[in-house]
């Protein structure tokens, strides 16, 4: 069984960055995608970025929402099981809790993911 834990996040002011890590634990598919999501009070589950390794990370399918591209920036680190998510030119509408999720392909929405990792604060102020 996959398990996710997300680590980083924490506060920061608009046009700061902060950097989110997540880690797979447990049996994973040979091909596969980690995606971060993030959900703010009252809004729905909403897409961020998905990395889906290939032979090595070089080589991976990524995909980012409209929202973050230009910005953010997803990438596997080391084992195929951890990546990280580097947030660049913050801004207060980037304030949720962010998930970590694992997927069998590449997927840009909430129900295809099966694993979800326990979430992370990320607070942006102006």
């Known amino acids: 069984q996959v398990q996710l834990v997300e680590s980083g996040g924490g506060l920061a002011q608009a046009g700061g960055s902060l950097t989110l890590s997540c880690e797979a634990s447990?049996?994973?598919?040979?091909?596969?995608?980690m995606g971060w999501f993030r959900q703010a009070p009252g809004k729905e589950r909403d897409f961020v970025a998905a990395?889906?390794?290939?032979?090595?990370?070089?080589?991976?399918?990524?995909t980012y929402a409209n929202s973050v591209k230009g910005r953010f920036t997803i990438s596997g680190v080391g084992a195929r099981n951890r990546i990280h998510l580097q947030m660049n030119s913050l801004e207060p509408e980037d304030t949720a809790v962010y998930y970590c999720?694992?997927?069998?392909?590449?997927?840009?929405?909430?129900?295809?993911?099966?694993?979800w990792g326990q979430g992370i604060q990320v607070t942006v102020s102006s």
């Open positions: 999720a694992a997927a069998p392909a590449m997927s840009k929405v909430a129900h295809g993911y099966y694993v």
């Open positions: 447990g049996s994973t598919f040979s091909r596969y995608t």
């Open positions: 990395i889906m390794w290939s032979d090595n990370w070089s080589d991976a399918n990524i």
